[in-house]
């Protein structure tokens, strides 16, 4: 029966106590409706027949319902019931699926991979009946290159041919899965040759756009000519192969499509030709994006979306890596967005596709990368299961992490992120609470990405490509924390601040006690007053003389220390060199707790800060005695104006002596940040002896120029053992260009250096 004899209607609201549920297809015979239409001007109720089971009809209120199109219901048809509605509120997408036809060039999602394909088949895969007018109209798909061979269809659909491809080269599906990949007047001349453009309506001096490799450019026609019985154009090209401009090609008429991309400030914006990659459904504000115009590909950012006078499609504003836009963020007098002059760029957002440059790693890589389902059952997680991947041991480093292409791949300022990243969570699980720490809803999307993208791939892979760092960056600007997170170039405690304490709202994880007020941070400073003698100092001896120069102590013993060295800015060093502290010993530190007296080892009862640079009791520490001890030390004649003060003993302690098994705290360092030249890498501690420490710099290579990725390194790095044995005055004696150009920098260059306390961190 034609359904154009039928008035077809989907159910948008539930009716009461009747079986039809919503998204339901249902239609009534037209000389029914127009007869019942007759009856009554306020028809209130309308018996319809649900599809596609036609055995039964139902009343229903006609406020419950939506006419459609016979075409219309045909598409939503073939859409599973419980996603019709949405499709059918996407007007947009429904009215885009009908101006598909055979030939246009689409993509489809299948089995959530986007394959490339061309439409063979547009109809259904199951005839109509008498009861049942309409099946569904699908789409026949043949798949593309790349694409080909993930298909699931030679071209038939239970037996009965519908198009022929190759095994397994063929896709069926509903609208709502496909989308035109490119424009439908360039589709067409790209995917069947049949359709071949006339050739009268091409005349000498007309611009033109055409596709050759499937590379989109732009030109003027020089002339027209005629070989073998083919149309060919001879054009005159903007650009040349080598990207100069003033070439001249010859190409076949169907890949000539008649006009031009505008560019310049008298247009403001630009229909980009088509491009390899469909947009992706994800990208927002913010995103990194790249797209194909006649001169070749350009990078930008996302600073504006939405829809502009006449213009139907949604458009994006980007802000351009390089001077190749038309203004500085306004369109026609108005100002949308902010950029520097020339460099913003109105396009489609159909037209952008991420930035590729994110997704290219080294051939060494490519076949254990290019599967994330293996990806994640290789890990030991999932998107629906957030699991467990542990930091990687001493004994996996050189087969997991160490070479090019390893760590962190860094992009756009991002070292300070990367360098931080990487040294907290590669071979450390002394902060792995926060990635399970209980969070908002706004910001637990930001967790996920930190575990799920970032923490497992490089504990499991040990590689973490650059995008899913950009899209962290994206989260965390997207959520007001800061404006320049993907652009500029930060320090390493800002980001740690702001995730810490922002977004995961973890307990501080370092308390200090002042004047009797315990003062919570996540990080400390270290200050030192201009009277030091410090030359070449440990880390034990900066935290010492800082604690006692700012009259501070522990209130507790903190799970994760993260000091950030004496420096002031990037550039001025207050030492040339510092001696990395292998272990922390804090028990003088804290504020509370038994000690013993540095002279007899009896209960320390007393400390005095005025004995502090006395090095003739010990070259570091709080000087701590027992009340004898204390009475004969300040009983000479350079000592009697100290003032020691008394201990906060624990009351369990006082009376008793300090057994010899008396057990100091002590922090293990783990991990070093450095920065040279506005750049941060960092070294990490992966076992107990002072040769396991490995480098990483997440930009220590590059492939490309503008177009370009930076490759990451991770390598081995025993020689800070070697000057970690040498004495003192040995490593004073190395000058920085004769030491090893890695090592040194450990030394020399130490921005940040992180302790962890293997105990503690069980508990917080």
Same mark, same amino acid.
């Given at each position: 029966?034609?359904?154009?004899?039928?008035?077809?209607?989907?159910?948008?609201?539930?009716?009461?106590?009747?079986?039809?549920?919503?998204?339901?297809?249902?239609?009534?015979?037209?000389?029914?409706?127009?007869?019942?239409?007759?009856?009554?001007?306020?028809?209130?109720?309308?018996?319809?027949?649900?599809?596609?089971?036609?055995?039964?009809?139902?009343?229903?209120?006609?406020?419950?319902?939506?006419?459609?199109?016979?075409?219309?219901?045909?598409?939503?048809?073939?859409?599973?019931?419980?996603? *019709?509605?949405?499709?059918?509120?996407?007007?947009?997408?429904?009215?885009?699926?009908?101006?598909?036809?055979?030939?246009?060039?689409?993509?489809?999602?299948?089995?959530?991979?986007?394959?490339?394909?061309?439409?063979?088949?547009?109809?259904?895969?199951?005839?109509?009946?008498?009861?049942?007018?309409?099946?569904?109209?699908?789409?026949?798909?043949?798949?593309?290159?790349?694409?080909?061979?993930?298909?699931?269809?030679?071209?038939?659909?239970?037996?009965?041919?519908?198009?022929?491809?190759?095994?397994?080269?063929?896709?069926?599906?509903?609208?709502?899965?496909?989308?035109?990949?490119?424009?439908?007047?360039?589709?067409?001349?790209?995917?069947?040759?049949?359709?071949?453009?006339?050739?009268?309506?091409?005349?000498?001096?007309?611009?033109?756009?055409?596709?050759?490799?499937?590379?989109?450019?732009?030109?003027?026609?020089?002339?027209?000519?005629?070989?073998?019985?083919?149309?060919?154009?001879?054009?005159?090209?903007?650009?040349?192969?080598?990207?100069? *401009?003033?070439?001249?090609?010859?190409?076949?008429?169907?890949?000539?499509?008649?006009?031009?991309?505008?560019?310049?400030?008298?247009?403001?914006?630009?229909?980009?030709?088509?491009?390899?990659?469909?947009?992706?459904?994800?990208?927002?504000?913010?995103?990194?994006?790249?797209?194909?115009?006649?001169?070749?590909?350009?990078?930008?950012?996302?600073?504006?979306?939405?829809?502009?006078?006449?213009?139907?499609?949604?458009?994006?504003?980007?802000?351009?890596?390089?001077?190749?836009?038309?203004?500085?963020?306004?369109?026609?007098?108005?100002?949308?967005?902010?950029?520097?002059?020339?460099?913003?760029?109105?396009?489609?957002?159909?037209?952008?596709?991420?930035?590729?440059?994110?997704?290219?790693?080294?051939?060494?890589?490519?076949?254990?990368?290019?599967?994330?389902?293996?990806?994640?059952?290789?890990?030991?997680?999932?998107?629906?299961?957030?699991?467990?991947?542990?930091?990687?041991?001493?004994?996996?480093?050189?087969?997991?992490?160490?070479?090019?292409?390893?760590?962190?791949?860094?992009?756009?300022?991002?070292?300070?992120?990367?360098?931080?990243?990487?040294?907290?969570?590669?071979?450390?699980?002394?902060?792995?609470?926060?990635?399970?720490?209980?969070?908002?809803?706004?910001?637990?999307?930001?967790?996920?990405?930190?575990?799920?993208?970032?923490?497992?791939?490089?504990?499991?892979?040990?590689?973490?490509?650059?995008?899913?760092?950009?899209?962290?960056?994206?989260?965390?600007?997207?959520?007001?924390?800061?404006?320049?997170?993907?652009?500029?170039?930060?320090?390493?405690?800002?980001?740690?601040?702001?995730?810490?304490?922002?977004?995961?709202?973890?307990?501080?994880?370092?308390?200090?006690?002042?004047?009797?007020?315990?003062?919570?941070?996540?990080?400390?400073?270290?200050?030192?007053?201009?009277?030091?003698?410090?030359?070449?100092?440990?880390?034990?001896?900066?935290?010492?003389?800082?604690?006692?120069?700012?009259?501070?102590?522990?209130?507790?013993?903190?799970?994760?220390?993260?000091?950030?060295?004496?420096?002031?800015?990037?550039?001025?060093?207050?030492?040339?060199?510092?001696?990395?502290?292998?272990?922390?010993?804090?028990?003088?530190?804290?504020?509370?707790?038994?000690?013993?007296?540095?002279?007899?080892?009896?209960?320390?009862?007393?400390?005095?800060?005025?004995?502090?640079?006395?090095?003739?009791?010990?070259?570091?520490?709080?000087?701590?005695?027992?009340?004898?001890?204390?009475?004969?030390?300040?009983?000479?004649?350079?000592?009697?104006?100290?003032?020691?003060?008394?201990?906060?003993?624990?009351?369990?302690?006082?009376?008793?002596?300090?057994?010899?098994?008396?057990?100091?705290?002590?922090?293990?360092?783990?991990?070093?940040?450095?920065?040279?030249?506005?750049?941060?890498?960092?070294?990490?501690?992966?076992?107990?002896?002072?040769?396991?420490?490995?480098?990483?710099?997440?930009?220590?290579?590059?492939?490309?120029?503008?177009?370009?990725?930076?490759?990451?390194?991770?390598?081995?790095?025993?020689?800070?053992?070697?000057?970690?044995?040498?004495?003192?005055?040995?490593?004073?004696?190395?000058?920085?260009?004769?030491?090893?150009?890695?090592?040194?920098?450990?030394?020399?260059?130490?921005?940040?250096?992180?302790?962890?306390?293997?105990?503690?961190?069980?508990?917080?």
């Amino acid at each position: 029966m034609d359904p154009s004899e039928k008035m077809f209607f989907i159910l948008t609201e539930k009716p009461k106590y009747i079986l039809p549920r919503l998204g339901c297809i249902c239609y009534i015979r037209k000389y029914k409706y127009e007869s019942e239409i007759s009856k009554s001007a306020s028809l209130k109720k309308l018996r319809v027949i649900p599809l596609p089971n036609a055995m039964l009809d139902y009343d229903i209120d006609m406020n419950c319902m939506k006419s459609l199109s016979p075409e219309e219901a045909d598409l939503l048809l073939a859409v599973p019931e419980e996603d *019709r509605l949405r499709c059918f509120r996407d007007r947009k997408a429904v009215q885009a699926a009908l101006t598909l036809d055979v030939g246009s060039l689409v993509v489809v999602d299948e089995d959530g991979e986007n394959l490339r394909g061309i439409v063979r088949y547009i109809g259904p895969l199951t005839e109509p009946s008498r009861s049942c007018p309409i099946t569904g109209t699908f789409f026949g798909i043949e798949l593309q290159g790349t694409d080909k061979g993930k298909g699931n269809t030679n071209g038939s659909y239970k037996n009965r041919q519908r198009f022929t491809c190759d095994k397994d080269c063929g896709v069926f599906a509903p609208f709502s899965r496909i989308r035109p990949a490119v424009s439908r007047s360039l589709s067409r001349t790209m995917s069947d040759p049949r359709s071949q453009p006339d050739a009268g309506a091409l005349s000498p001096g007309d611009r033109v756009v055409f596709f050759i490799d499937n590379k989109c450019r732009q030109g003027m026609v020089v002339n027209l000519e005629e070989q073998n019985g083919k149309q060919y154009v001879r054009i005159s090209t903007d650009t040349d192969e080598a990207g100069k *401009r003033g070439g001249e090609v010859k190409v076949s008429i169907e890949s000539v499509s008649k006009g031009e991309i505008p560019s310049g400030p008298e247009s403001m914006m630009v229909d980009p030709p088509p491009v390899e990659e469909p947009a992706d459904p994800h990208m927002d504000l913010n995103s990194m994006v790249e797209v194909t115009l006649g001169k070749g590909n350009c990078y930008g950012i996302i600073r504006w979306m939405g829809f502009l006078p006449e213009r139907e499609d949604k458009m994006v504003g980007l802000e351009l890596e390089e001077d190749k836009g038309v203004s500085d963020g306004t369109f026609k007098g108005q100002r949308l967005f902010e950029c520097p002059p020339r460099r913003a760029l109105f396009v489609k957002l159909g037209s952008c596709r991420p930035d590729s440059r994110f997704q290219t790693v080294s051939d060494d890589h490519v076949e254990n990368m290019s599967d994330p389902d293996m990806l994640e059952e290789e890990a030991g997680y999932s998107t629906g299961n957030l699991e467990f991947v542990p930091p990687i041991s001493s004994e996996q480093v050189q087969r997991v992490l160490i070479g090019r292409m390893k760590g962190i791949q860094g992009h756009c300022n991002s070292c300070y992120m990367d360098a931080a990243l990487f040294g907290l969570f590669s071979c450390s699980s002394v902060l792995d609470s926060m990635l399970f720490k209980s969070t908002t809803p706004q910001d637990a999307p930001i967790q996920r990405t930190l575990l799920r993208d970032i923490v497992n791939p490089l504990r499991s892979k040990g590689f973490v490509e650059g995008r899913h760092v950009m899209r962290f960056r994206q989260q965390l600007q997207k959520h007001g924390y800061s404006h320049s997170f993907t652009t500029d170039e930060k320090d390493p405690e800002e980001f740690l601040i702001i995730v810490m304490h922002h977004i995961l709202a973890l307990d501080p994880l370092l308390k200090l006690s002042a004047a009797g007020k315990v003062q919570e941070s996540y990080c400390y400073q270290i200050f030192l007053d201009q009277n030091h003698s410090l030359v070449l100092p440990t880390v034990q001896q900066l935290l010492e003389h800082s604690f006692h120069s700012a009259g501070l102590k522990l209130a507790e013993v903190p799970s994760c220390l993260i000091l950030q060295m004496p420096r002031f800015g990037k550039k001025f060093k207050m030492f040339d060199k510092i001696i990395p502290s292998l272990e922390l010993d804090i028990t003088d530190l804290l504020s509370e707790g038994p000690q013993q007296c540095i002279l007899c080892g009896n209960l320390a009862v007393e400390e005095c800060t005025d004995c502090f640079k006395e090095f003739v009791f010990s070259s570091t520490g709080f000087k701590v005695f027992c009340r004898t001890c204390s009475a004969q030390v300040h009983a000479h004649p350079q000592r009697r104006a100290h003032r020691p003060a008394p201990l906060d003993i624990p009351k369990g302690y006082l009376g008793r002596g300090v057994p010899h098994t008396l057990t100091r705290d002590r922090l293990e360092l783990f991990s070093v940040l450095c920065i040279e030249t506005s750049h941060y890498v960092s070294f990490v501690k992966h076992g107990p002896n002072k040769h396991d420490w490995i480098f990483f710099d997440s930009m220590a290579d590059r492939q490309g120029e503008t177009d370009g990725f930076n490759i990451p390194e991770v390598q081995a790095c025993p020689e800070v053992g070697v000057y970690l044995d040498m004495s003192p005055t040995e490593l004073a004696n190395q000058t920085p260009r004769d030491m090893n150009s890695v090592a040194k920098r450990l030394f020399c260059d130490a921005y940040m250096y992180l302790y962890q306390n293997t105990n503690m961190c069980l508990y917080r």
